[in-house]
């Protein structure tokens, strides 16, 4: 059974909708335009790609209760533009919501405990009731009417490709007719504090897959799509904007927190990935990249990249140099980025790039380039060693 | 495709050997194993304790159901890792002594055990980590199920897990006054239960996982109604937690009502993952490993939970 794409929503600092998100990628309009220090006044100046509205303006965007956490009010907002674009009834089938998220509501938690810190007995302890991962999904669901089945999961930054993947194998085993699947993260001071602990945020723009890297850039948002059977799409005569064709879970079991150099979990997704969908790796046009520009992730994706294509490279970006690391979110925003280089026959560009990482010699696209492309990889790695690919196909 | 379960070990409150809890404590906290005889001392120095928990389980796992290296790992926690969580929490919001911990936060993220899971075996094998509160478990199972049905995979390693931590507990009691919660709640709980499943034949058969979608729930009351026409020897084991939200077991008590039932909960506390603990007694006490007095030994075990507004789980074993 094949499994299609009837929707998508995204929400980035590039835009709170896919016209503007593409607009941005097209025009080399990047959002990192904040700094670490609007989220929290203590630590360094970290550039970061945070959405310029605030949790009130988000939630009357939304039509919702503005105590929502933040993930919770990113996400509702791209999954309620992937349900409109779907123009499907969600009431009429048996409809899920599978999500990834990493941090949750630890915006509303963080603010607990700045109170809490000070005087045990302080803070509204109501701000911790959707500190769950799980729960931030519930909401979601309950608004987009995709309560059939509900799920989160959370594999660190590939959280929402695992997302779109379990979301695939349900449908095709039969239990659910629509997904809505991908992910959604806020940037928390948890994460911005962690990862700056971890040495791994570049206090400049990053520059994924060139040799000066020093690290990545945190930013924010949600991405979903609106997955459907064949059978769906007929009945409803949908839109169909790609078929998803492979997707691949692997483990890198090298370390908690870098990959292996030579990239064996990396190259068991994509390779996989490749395979489910019955096609060789050399009618694969684009990889939309994990690339977070951290020296290790890119080394080790390259590595990769560089043997499973070891005739000829396809085109390959990363567009967290526009958005950020949207962390849990990012394979669910760049699976939407991935539909649409598919849609409108484009390379993706990868802002900042100048020298390849020695002994790779990889040349990322630096604009957005017109070409025939078939099939679209996307690449999202994790913390743990949890790598996961999708593959999209045009239709 | 029928399913078994080959293996299993579990980390709790419960204690086969000597006894069990007393009912009513106020929490309840792992009587954990000697880990240096399972885990290599060096690597459990940098581990915390909800990663020896979930290690320790899953090498014990393997061990018993004799694979070597399972095709995919799949852990469930609906809280993740808290003690690292509220550590460096704690330590970000307190300006005036803000040392932050770098392995607290990278094992504060719910993947850890899954990760460490999969770096012990040295495999590049599926792995998936699933956190959606109660049903955390349950849905792990379901990937468990699914994994197996499309026959790219034979055996598959599952794992549920959460940890009560000081601040946990003290948080959620608060939150608990504040929402009222009623006097005969059963006490917070914390777990590690993993069970090793494929095809292969073993005297524990995973017979069905229904989730149940409907407003009123009819799937698993028919469920009930068939199975004891049955008329076969069963056990249910109830996740009642004994506060207000046991509202939701109503709905059954019509079928359930006379039946040989444990409310499991006594014995391990009341967490998101504590079904997969019940998934490990139900298995227990098919194999006689475990005996409940004054409970006829059954050939089945329903492991039931009812929520208000979520959907309800089933899970059945039996034995041959």
Redesign the interface.
């Known amino acids: 059974m094949k499994v299609f794409v009837a929707g998508m929503g995204v929400f980035t600092a590039l835009g709170d909708n896919c016209a503007g998100n593409l607009s941005s990628l097209l025009g080399k309009r990047h959002g990192i335009l904040a700094s670490s220090r609007d989220i929290d006044t ?1 630590m360094g100046d970290f550039p970061i790609a945070k959405i310029a509205y605030t949790n009130n303006e988000l939630a009357a965007k939304a039509g919702i209760s503005p105590s929502w956490p933040r993930t919770a009010l990113l996400g509702v907002i791209a999954a309620q533009e992937a349900v409109a674009s779907s123009g499907l009834d969600f009431t009429k089938y ?1 409809s899920g919501f599978i999500s990834g998220t ?1 941090v949750g509501g630890m915006d509303s ?2 603010n607990f ?2 109170s ?2 000070k005087n045990k007995s302080a803070g509204h ?2 701000r ?2 959707n500190h ?4 931030i ?2 909401l979601i669901a309950e608004n987009i009417q995709a ?10 930054c590939s959280s929402a490709a ?1 997302a779109i993947a ?1 979301a695939a ?2 449908i095709k ?1 039969g239990r659910l007719d629509i997904a809505v699947a991908g992910g959604t993260d806020a940037i928390t ?2 994460t911005l ?3 700056n ?2 040495l791994l945020l570049d206090d400049e723009l990053n520059r994924p897959f060139d040799a000066r890297r020093k690290g990545l850039n945190l930013g924010e948002g949600a991405g979903y799509l609106v997955l459907v059977s064949e059978e769906i799409a007929r009945q409803n005569n949908c839109q169909i904007l790609a078929e998803l064709s492979g997707y691949a ?9 870098a990959l292996s150099d030579e990239g ?2 990396p190259y ?1 997704a994509m390779e996989c990935a490749i395979k489910m969908a019955g096609l060789s790796a050399s009618v694969v046009g684009y990889i939309n990249l994990h690339g977070t520009a951290t020296p290790n992730n890119d080394l080790s994706e390259g590595n990769a990249i560089l043997r499973l294509f070891p005739v000829k490279i396809p085109a390959i970006s990363s567009t967290k140099s526009f958005t950020g690391h949207t962390l849990g979110a990012s394979g669910g925003v760049e699976a939407v980025y991935s539909v649409l280089a598919l849609i409108n026959q484009t390379t993706l560009p990868n802002l900042r790039f100048e020298i390849p990482m020695p002994g790779t010699e990889l040349f990322p696209e630096t604009e957005a380039r017109k070409i025939d492309l078939q099939n679209v990889l996307s690449n999202s790695f ?5 790598c996961c690919s999708l593959l999209f196909s045009k239709v | 495709m029928d399913l078994y379960i080959n293996g299993t070990s579990s980390i709790s409150a419960f204690d086969s050997q000597h006894g069990l809890p007393l009912d009513n404590a106020d929490r309840f906290t792992c009587t954990e194993p000697d880990y240096k005889s399972i885990i290599d001392p060096r690597q459990l120095r940098r581990m915390s304790r909800i990663m020896r928990m979930g290690l320790a389980s899953a090498i014990k796992t393997l061990k018993v159901a004799n694979v070597q290296v399972p095709q995919a ?1 799949i852990t469930a926690t ?3 890792c808290l003690e690292d969580t509220g550590n ?3 330590k ?4 005036d002594n ?1 040392m ?3 392995t607290a ?8 055990m ?3 899971i ?2 012990h ?13 109660v ?2 478990f349950e ?1 792990a199972l379901l ?1 468990t199920i ?1 994994l197996l ?2 026959g790219t995979i034979e055996s598959v390693l599952l794992g549920g897990i959460d940890e009560l931590t000081v601040l946990k507990h003290e ?1 959620t009691s ?2 608990s006054k ?1 929402q009222k919660e009623s006097e005969g709640y059963y006490g917070q709980g914390e777990g590690s239960a993993f069970l090793s499943i494929s095809g292969l034949m073993s005297s524990v058969k995973l017979e069905k996982l229904i ?1 149940s ?1 409907h407003p009123n729930h009819s799937d698993i009351s028919d469920y009930f109604s068939n199975h004891f026409a049955l008329g076969e020897k069963t056990l249910i084991l109830k996740g009642k937690n004994g506060g207000n939200r046991d509202e939701a077991y109503k709905l059954t008590e019509f079928i359930l009502g006379t039946k040989p039932t444990i409310e499991y909960k006594k014995y391990c506390g009341d967490y ?1 993952t504590s079904c997969a603990f019940a998934t490990w007694l139900a298995s227990e006490v098919l194999k006689q490993n475990v005996v409940f007095d004054a409970i006829p030994q059954p050939k089945h075990v329903l492991i039931y939970h009812a929520y208000p507004d979520r ?1 309800h789980s089933l899970i059945h074993l039996s034995t041959c």
Do not use: W
Request: hydrophobic letters at 35%; charged letters at 10%; aromatic letters at 12%.
């Open positions: 203590l048996r990493t938690t963080e405990f700045y809490y810190s302890i109501s911790i009731i769950e991962c799980g729960k999904s519930h309560t059939n089945f509900v799920t989160t999961l959370n594999t660190a695992n379990f194998r349900m085993s001071a948890f504090n962690g990862f602990t971890l879970n692997a483990s890198d079991s090298f370390h908690q927190t064996n979990g068991l994790g913390f743990g060693g949890n | 790992v609906g809280l993740g460096f929490l704690v970000m919001c307190d300006p803000r932050m911990n770098p936060f990278i094992q504060s993220i719910h993947n850890t899954g990760g460490q999969a770096m075996l040295k495999s590049n094998c599926y792995n998936n980590t699933f956190t959606q509160d049903l955390s849905h990937d699914m049905e499309e948080l608060r939150l504040a989730l979608q998101p959907p």
